[in-house]
């Protein structure tokens, strides 16, 4: 069955520090690539997304992330986080071209960011 | 520009008390979806509706569970019978047209059993 691999449970980071987010999926055909973001309280938005093209993707608020096909990563990156940014982070596969249309979620990371 | 609304937003109920949870998707959109997210989990999917038909429902427990999407109004979430095992956060995502297009996401509904 597919699935998506999110390595980090929780990151702890200072202000500033760069961030990285793994995220691994398991299925050889094609994808969408999805990172959504859930902010303490808040419901799920849109961080970004990857459908096809190219695979440095540029998202809200400072974020990108790059998709390697031969890897099957799409991991998150920003070079200097806020506080503001802690929240929980979503990565989602979608089966491109499936009769289904769900997304499969990784069980998320948590983002600390300490002032 | 309404995004996609849940009501209620939090619901509790005894055990074996029945659950309804509404969703309204964007205006335009005409795919529902319902993903469960039980605590220290990521959203797994339930079931994807368009109007008036179960496209897939795969994620679906095979009983006590069922969802609808009329014609006319929101899509129903309903569980039958809850257990503690119920309690969870259930979220509803709707988009336009194609099954790959981006999914926008409703606040949720905190069920919680008794």
């Known amino acids: 069955a597919q699935s998506v691999s999110q390595h980090n449970h929780h990151v702890i980071l200072s202000e500033a520090a760069s961030l990285e987010l793994g995220c691994n999926y398991s299925?050889?055909?094609?994808?969408?690539l999805f990172w959504y973001v859930q902010y303490p309280g808040q419901h799920l938005q849109l961080l970004l997304k990857?459908?096809?093209?190219?695979?440095l993707v540029k998202g809200i608020k400072g974020f990108e992330a790059e998709f390697i096909k031969s890897k099957f990563s799409f991991n998150l990156r920003k070079p200097s986080v806020q506080w503001s940014d802690t929240a929980e982070y979503f990565c989602?596969?979608?089966?491109?071209?499936?009769?289904?249309?769900?997304?499969?979620f990784g069980k998320g990371t948590k983002l600390s960011v300490k002032p | 520009n309404a995004g996609v609304m849940q009501n209620p937003r939090h619901l509790v109920r005894r055990r074996g008390q029945e659950a309804r949870l509404r969703c309204s998707p964007m205006k335009g959109h005409s795919h529902v979806y319902w993903y469960r997210q039980l605590p220290e989990e990521g959203l797994k999917f339930m079931v994807y509706?368009?109007?008036?038909?179960?496209?897939?429902e795969s994620g679906m427990p095979k009983e006590r569970f069922s969802a609808e999407f009329p014609k006319e109004g929101p899509s129903i979430l309903r569980i039958q019978q809850v257990v503690r095992g119920d309690s969870a956060a259930y979220f509803c995502a709707s988009s336009p047209g194609q099954t790959t297009d981006t999914q926008y996401f409703g606040p949720g509904t905190r069920l919680t059993v008794l």
């Open positions: 990857y459908f096809s093209g190219d695979p």
């Open positions: 299925y050889g055909g094609t994808v969408n």
């Open positions: 989602a596969v979608n089966l491109y071209g499936g009769s289904q249309g769900n997304l499969i």
């Open positions: 509706l368009q109007k008036e038909n179960i496209i897939d």
